[in-house]
């Protein structure tokens, strides 16, 4: 019988937790884009339609993976957070730094109020990371 020890189970929720973040973040994506751009009823791009997309498959596989104690899941983690937090910090240096907060669009508000909730999380995370890989670095696989 295996046993889950108290670190590992700690490990997990806080996956989750990173799970529950970036999904909220991805699925705000869909009301944005219905207030600002739906509204003039102009169609997705599909490069960034491709890239939210490729994103967020790059974040599940790393996700999955490191869930099954596997070494690639947690490097595909650690990329995907490096790219996330890499993103929000250029997006945010090139001006936009709480320049996104108009408390007279709720949505837009709440929206990027969520952005840097990532940018947050994914700084944590990778911290969290490469502290903690031996929880999947020597970890055996399926356990």
């Given at each position: ?48 339609l ?6 967020f ?30 993103f ?56």
């Amino acid at each position: 019988m295996n046993r889950v020890s108290a670190s590992d189970a700690h490990w997990r929720v806080g996956l989750y937790g990173l799970f529950a973040i970036t999904a909220l973040n991805y699925l705000a994506q869909i009301p944005y884009y219905i207030h600002f751009y739906g509204v003039h009823h102009a169609a997705p791009s599909p490069l960034g339609l491709t890239l939210l997309g490729l994103t967020f498959a790059f974040f599940l596989a790393g996700f999955v993976l490191t869930l099954r104690n596997r070494r690639s899941g947690w490097w595909l983690l650690l990329g995907f957070l490096a790219l996330e937090f890499a993103f929000y910090v250029v997006h945010n240096l090139s001006g936009a730094f709480l320049q996104d907060l108009p408390v007279s669009d709720p949505l837009f508000l709440v929206v990027s109020l969520i952005g840097y909730l990532n940018t947050v999380a994914a700084f944590v995370y990778l911290i969290v990371l490469v502290r903690g890989r031996h929880h999947v670095v020597t970890a055996t696989p399926g356990a």
